[in-house]
């Protein structure tokens, strides 16, 4: 149980296109769904969190016209990065949990290459 | 604010017990988690323990948890090439407000 997909899994794309990611909870509902930015070799490091029908609440120093993210349903979560540059090419992955201090299940990640 | 720490680096021999350690700083977390993160994947849950408990096993997994000294360690029992990943330590406060993480230590597994 607690499956959460993730896609696409890689993407590459010209600078100046915008890129959107699907996270997906498959057998619970997602109170809450995470963004995460991972660096080679690095800790991750939180962008996001939304909540289900609200706006999301994004980390200092991310920009939120530069990261959007959508939380219509409690199963799907999206998060596009718009005009990309090669500066935005990153592993970027997503959890979810149902809220409070659930576990946090992850998705396998997608890794966003900009030329 | 809340912080997470672990040693970044460990190597073992295939079969000795493997133990890595963490040390985070946030006195009102509820609980504390063990993920593993395998080359280009996502993190799979491990194992967590709620802050009331100082033990918990799962079949090759202990983990050990010391609230005084704010110290978790996950101890890996018959270490195998298959457990050579990242491990992240990561801790939460009351409600899940924060969720913080360590930033892993990159366990090696030598034949």
């Known amino acids: 149980g607690a499956v959460v997909s993730q896609h696409p899994s890689w993407v590459i794309c010209k600078s100046g296109t915008s890129v959107k990611i699907e996270c997906r909870s498959l057998d619970f509902q997602a109170t809450t769904m995470f963004w995460y930015r991972q660096f080679p070799k690095q800790s991750l490091m939180l962008m996001a969190t939304?909540?289900?029908?609200?706006?999301?609440?994004?980390e200092q120093g991310v920009e939120k016209d530069k990261f959007l993210i959508n939380h219509a349903s409690l199963t799907l979560s999206t998060l596009t990065v718009t005009s990309a540059h090669p500066e935005d090419s990153s592993f970027y992955i997503c959890?979810?949990?149902?809220?409070?201090?659930?576990?946090?299940?992850f998705g396998d990640g997608t890794r966003l290459s900009i030329l | 604010g809340e912080d997470v720490e672990q040693s970044l680096f460990l190597s073992v021999r295939e079969g000795d017990s493997s133990v890595i350690n963490c040390t985070y700083t946030d006195s009102s977390s509820t609980y504390l988690y063990w993920y593993k993160q395998e080359p280009g994947a996502g993190l799979q849950l491990l194992t967590y323990i709620f802050s009331n408990m100082d033990m918990k096993q799962d079949q090759r997994l202990t983990v050990l948890l010391n609230k005084k000294d704010k110290h978790l360690s996950l101890r890996i029992a018959d270490t195998q090439t298959g457990d050579s990943a990242i491990y992240f330590c990561?801790?939460?406060?009351?409600?899940?407000?924060?969720?913080?993480f360590g930033p892993g230590t990159r366990l090696s597994v030598l034949p």
């Open positions: 990561a801790e939460t406060g009351n409600y899940g407000q924060n969720f913080v």
């Open positions: 939304s909540n289900e029908g609200s706006k999301a609440t994004y």
């Open positions: 959890s979810a949990n149902q809220g409070g201090n659930q576990p946090q299940h």
